[in-house]
């Protein structure tokens, strides 16, 4: 089977609903903006689109097949990937009275912590497989394949880089400034709950 241009029409439809919706990516991002500036921003969604299109890879690989053989694995992948967002709300209330400073965020450490943020969450691989199985057909080629997971990852890119160049303007991070511990605080108590609900979900 081959790949058709209106079912990666349809795939970019869902992928960019699911990217508008507040989650935790949006979350981190908006953060590692205003915080860590226009560069920061941009290196952590590169960190989350790279994971998230690599969650892709792996779905059309068939992954999720690995996940219903061997459970514990999956069970690993989110104990871990919660625990994490807990680690992350905990340290955001921690210093949501802190200033924001003036040093640039080390451009690794973003990107490498948006891929973690993405790799813990197993949630996105099921929500690619979930995806893939409705919009394309099976016995897709290697070629099909890469086209998928590549214009997955260049929409992820375009996307956070957009919301990374508007929160950096500098009456976004103003208000943010004024607002940062109410802020902060708000972020760490859903990133936690988010890290609980994965813990207590069976």
Not at 54 to 78: D, N, R
Request: hydrophobic fraction near 60%; glycine fraction near 10%.
């Amino acid at each position: 089977m081959s790949l058709t241009l209106a079912e990666l029409l349809a795939f970019n439809t869902v992928l960019l609903a699911a990217l508008v919706s507040p989650g935790a990516a949006m979350l981190f991002i908006t953060k590692a903006t205003v915080t860590g500036g226009r560069g920061a921003g941009i290196a952590t969604g590169f960190g989350l689109g790279t994971a998230a299109a690599l969650w892709t890879l792996a779905a059309l690989l068939g992954l999720e097949a690995v996940f219903t053989l061997f459970p514990w694995t999956y069970t690993a992948l989110k104990i871990g990937g919660a625990l994490y967002l807990i680690w992350i709300a905990v340290q955001t209330w921690r210093h949501a009275r802190a200033p924001l400073g003036d040093a640039p965020a080390p451009r690794g450490r973003a990107v490498l912590s948006g891929m973690l943020l993405n790799f813990g969450n197993p949630k996105s691989m099921l929500f690619a497989a979930a995806v893939i199985v409705v919009v394309f057909p099976q016995g897709l080629a290697a070629a099909d394949i890469a086209v998928i997971v590549a214009n997955h990852w260049a929409l992820e890119l375009i996307f956070y880089t957009g919301l990374a160049l508007a929160l950096s303007t500098p009456g976004l991070r103003r208000g943010y400034i004024n607002l940062k511990p109410v802020l902060d605080r708000i972020a760490a108590t859903l990133l936690g709950a988010l890290g609980l609900r994965l813990i207590l979900e069976k």
